[in-house]
């Protein structure tokens, strides 16, 4: 199960280390960031509402067996995987929110070894948990050709 999880995730995986290292390679600080506090309310109340969005899909999705999508997921034995991927994305924006919020205490001046780690960070996962989304949509969308073939 584990092993099956980080091979569905592995894209996931790579897109977080990727922004991570070019965010900590390029020294990327709040000084960089032009309106460093709106950016981080706005980023805060998006990661939020993602949050909120997620766990209501993955608290719907079993509630709704008679729906042709929702067989049509079982059926494919897909139902699971896009579970995993709504935790998945779930738990990346939360992270997100943990950070942007974090992010509010620096000064947008602030140039310090400690706020490029923190502002690393909270790029990583908002642009990992804007990947997941694309991938998720991407997903449902494919799912939703194939219940409506039939």
């Known amino acids: 199960m584990k092993k099956g999880r980080i ?5 996931t995986i790579c897109i ?7 965010s900590l390679l390029t020294n990327f600080s709040p000084a960089k960031i032009n309106n460093f506090t709106d950016l981080m309310s706005a980023s805060l109340s998006f990661s939020s509402i993602a949050t909120a969005l997620f766990f209501s899909c993955f608290s719907l999705i079993p509630a709704f067996t008679n729906s042709q999508l929702v ?6 034995k897909w139902d699971y995987k896009v579970m995993d991927k709504l935790m998945h994305s779930s738990l990346i924006f ?9 992010e509010l205490f620096f000064c947008s001046t602030d140039n310090s070894r400690l706020s490029q780690i ?28 194939l219940a409506t073939d039939e």
């Open 7 to 11: 091979k569905r995730n592995i894209a």
């Open 118 to 145: 923190v502002t690393a960070i909270w790029i990583s996962t908002t642009i990992t948990g804007l990947f997941n989304t694309v991938f998720l949509v991407l997903l449902l969308i494919k799912l939703f050709d």
């Open 16 to 22: 977080f280390l990727a922004t991570l290292s070019i």
């Open 94 to 102: 939360l992270i997100s929110s943990i950070f942007s919020f974090i």
């Open 71 to 76: 067989k049509k997921l079982k059926q494919l």
